[in-house]
């Protein structure tokens, strides 16, 4: 069983800053990709930002310069830095995992819970 807990998800003015964190735990063997995607109302869900096993890190333009994804692998824990929000950025963002939980079990998908960032003066 694999749980992933979110937290700092709230309510921003625009231009100012949130720092969002995921941690997975459980039974847990290897995790490969980490990300952050966001859905806002009447919208689908889109990556907001990945990272891999290697620290190579992924930004779609609309967020690029402005958000930073950083992991802890020893922690199993994945972070979103978002600097100089605007109002499009409100959403529920959801973290993402990519791991095995055996050493030779496939590799799954695991989401989180979701929070919500709401961006408004």
């Known amino acids: 069983q694999v749980q992933l807990v979110e937290s700092g998800g709230g309510l921003v003015q625009p231009g100012g800053s949130l720092r969002l964190s995921c941690a997975a735990s459980?039974?847990?063997?290897?995790?490969?990709?980490m990300a952050w995607y966001r859905q806002a109302p009447g919208k689908q869900r889109e990556l907001v930002a990945a990272?891999?096993?290697?620290?190579?890190?992924n930004y779609p333009d609309s967020v690029k310069g402005r958000f930073s994804i950083s992991r802890d692998s020893g922690k199993n824990t994945v972070s979103l830095q978002m600097n100089s929000l605007k109002p499009e950025d409100t959403a529920v963002y959801y973290c993402?995992?990519?791991?095995?939980?055996?050493?030779?079990?496939?590799?799954?998908?695991?989401w989180g819970q979701g929070t919500q960032v709401t961006v408004s003066s």
């Open positions: 993402y995992v990519d791991l095995t939980t055996t050493a030779w079990g496939p590799r799954s998908d695991y």
């Open positions: 459980g039974s847990i063997f290897s995790v490969y990709a």
């Open positions: 990272i891999n096993s290697g620290g190579s890190t």
